[in-house]
């Protein structure tokens, strides 16, 4: 895999950090090891990697907003707006062209419980903020709690402990889950939603494995979707232009690939405030 390293300070990638080539994943500890002189010199922190050629600088971008973009107080960074315009002076993005610091747009700005940058461990009365929060901002409820795997294995401790705590004995911890859990429930693949066999308040707990590490979110489905241009799904470049237009196939110096598919998409949210995102949380 060749992957560029992007700037956090200006969000564009330059040629000192392009086009790097991955040795080795190291996916337990989220760390790249690059090929042997492919080393990158004058990163910062906050800098990030992504797929070669996926940014160019304000004026083009392949990425799109996640929804940690809309779950947030403050703007998205400028990197997946694909064009200069609606820029703040900041060095980030407006969505759907509405700064949300600005006086006034503050039902554009989503729910963030944060704890200056200290990780702490997550609480009952933590994630019952977050659920009060969207019932008075948003006027919705949560259907849907999410994050990555370690936080889960949090939460499924903190179960182990009340249940011990209560019973003074080690007990069976409900749907035969016993001690570990049922991993028929902990559902995977390209046709799942990422169930697990967690919830919170009767409301379903998903799983991200590569979710951002110490984020919980929860929202309400029905106020984000993805909006879509000309076709509802990805098609080959060729059958959208045309073969005679486009070729099917690129060819670079190291290998021959199939053209990207097209498609043009975006996740949007008519309420952010029923959104809620819980960071800082500790995961060990």
Not at 7 to 29: E, F, K, L, P
Not at 31 to 42: D, H, M, Q, R, S
Not at 59 to 77: E, K, Q, V, Y
Request: with cysteine.
């Amino acid at each position: 895999m060749i992957v560029d390293l992007v700037s956090a300070a200006d969000d564009t990638s330059t040629d000192g950090v392009a086009g790097r080539v991955v040795g080795q994943i190291d996916v337990q500890n989220r760390i790249i090891t690059l090929n042997a002189g492919n080393n990158i010199l004058g990163s910062a922190a906050n800098d990030y990697f992504t797929v070669a050629d996926s940014v160019a600088g304000l004026g083009r971008s392949n990425h799109t907003f996640g929804i940690r973009a809309w779950l947030d107080t403050l703007n998205p960074n400028a990197v997946v707006k694909g064009s200069s315009s609606g820029v703040t002076a900041g060095g980030t993005a407006n969505l759907g062209n509405i700064d949300r610091t600005v006086i006034g747009n503050i039902f554009w700005a989503s729910n963030k419980l944060a704890n200056g940058g200290v990780l702490r461990p997550l609480t009952e009365d933590l994630m019952l903020q977050g659920m009060d929060l969207i019932r008075e901002r948003g006027g919705r409820v949560i259907t849907d709690w999410m994050s990555d795997l370690a936080i889960i294995r949090r939460y499924h401790e903190s179960l182990r402990a009340d249940v011990f705590f209560a019973l003074t004995s080690i007990k069976e911890l409900g749907n035969k889950i016993g001690l570990g859990r049922s991993q028929e429930d902990m559902v995977g693949g390209e046709d799942s939603e990422g169930e697990t066999p967690y919830a919170f308040s009767g409301i379903p707990w998903r799983a991200e494995s590569f979710f951002a590490a110490n984020n919980l979110i929860g929202f309400n489905r029905e106020c984000f979707w993805i909006g879509h241009g000309e076709n509802e799904v990805p098609r080959p470049v060729a059958e959208i232009f045309g073969e005679d237009m486009v070729s099917f196939f690129a060819r670079t110096a190291n290998t021959s690939f199939e053209v990207d598919s097209y498609w043009q998409g975006q996740l949007l949210s008519d309420n952010p405030p029923a959104g809620l995102k819980i960071v800082d949380v500790a995961e060990s």
